[in-house]
């Protein structure tokens, strides 16, 4: 049975008049390529090609069996690319950049929904968007950056402060003890017990500015764990509160664990995809927009 790999290296061969091109041409090695002319000479029990000082030369045999396979080898060539080009969309590794913390609130549920083979990166902000600029990245999700050369940029939520809390507690009151005397307001929640991310506690240094126009709340955070999702995982399995993202917190209000409430707006930042300009696809794009904003909106 013919090899259509030989017929692949006669098509070269006799484009280029070369085997030494032809060797470039296929990444093959020059004595691969003479072997593959022979063999089909062999087959059809033919001369195909006569060799001068400077290449070789066709003979008529050559020339008829060019003139037979010329447009088959092209069609099959064809249909081979986009089988592998059907292969490469449907099997692209798709890299992502994330903080630990955000991977565990916003991309860990919706991991498989994005792509067959997704790669993530942890990494702080700069460090992301960055590597998104160089190419490095297809993708990272991080707040608060602008579009650049080289990157794009694509809002997926507001975050905003809120007060998350086991239901154990009773807040229901809050709001309107809130409006009739925030000391005393400020009073009920300085009692409980607090989680923070950092001892600065900067979370609750910037929801009590905006809430109650202080810059230290008279609060010392009696656990201190550093990761959010982590934190809001043991305070679930507590007793107590913080203060932390809305949309973080969603999942652990649906199922139950957690509650939620703010006395004021704090909007504190904006969740953004970005996106490498240069090598990622604007079909793929859209879809993980679409899946993190399904995911993170209420």
């Keep these: ?3 259509l790999e030989w017929l692949r290296t006669f098509r070269v061969v006799y484009k280029t ?3 030494s091109k032809a060797s470039e041409l296929l990444y093959i090695s020059q004595p691969t390529v003479s072997q593959h002319i022979r063999s089909l000479e062999g087959y059809l029990n033919k001369k195909l090609f006569v060799r001068k000082s400077k290449g070789v030369l066709e003979t008529d045999e050559g020339k008829i069996l060019n003139t037979m396979v010329s447009g088959t080898i092209e069609s099959l060539e064809e249909i081979e690319n986009k089988i592998g080009q059907k292969y490469l969309k449907e099997n692209r590794i798709i890299s992502i950049g994330i903080s630990s913390h955000l991977f565990q609130t916003v991309l860990g549920d919706v991991l498989q929904s994005i792509g067959s083979q997704v790669h993530v990166k942890f990494g702080k902000k700069q460090e992301l968007t960055r590597q998104v600029e160089d190419g490095d990245l297809l993708f990272a999700i991080v707040p608060d950056v602008i579009d650049t050369l080289d990157m794009h940029v694509f809002p997926l939520v507001d975050q905003q402060m809120v007060i998350a809390y086991t239901p ?8 309107k003890i809130y409006k009739k005397d925030t000391h005393a307001a400020e009073k009920i929640l300085t009692d409980q017990t607090w989680y923070a991310h950092d001892a600065t506690s900067n979370f609750l240094k910037v929801y009590w500015m905006h809430v109650f126009d202080k810059r230290r709340p008279a609060i010392v955070p009696n656990y201190i764990i550093p990761n959010e999702f982590d934190l809001l ?4 399995k507590g007793s107590g509160m913080t203060i932390a993202f809305d949309s973080h917190v969603k999942n652990f209000e649906e199922q ?4 939620t409430c703010t006395l004021g707006d704090v909007n504190f930042r904006s969740l953004m995809l970005v996106s490498s300009k240069k090598k990622a696809p604007k079909e793929l794009t859209e879809k993980i927009r679409l899946i993190l904003k399904s995911k993170l909106e209420f």
């Design 17 to 19: 008049k070369s085997l």
């Design 256 to 259: 139950g664990h957690l509650k």
């Design 1 to 3: 049975m013919i090899n």
């Design 233 to 236: 995982q043991m305070l679930a």
């Design 168 to 175: 154990d507690i009773d807040l229901e009151n809050i709001h």
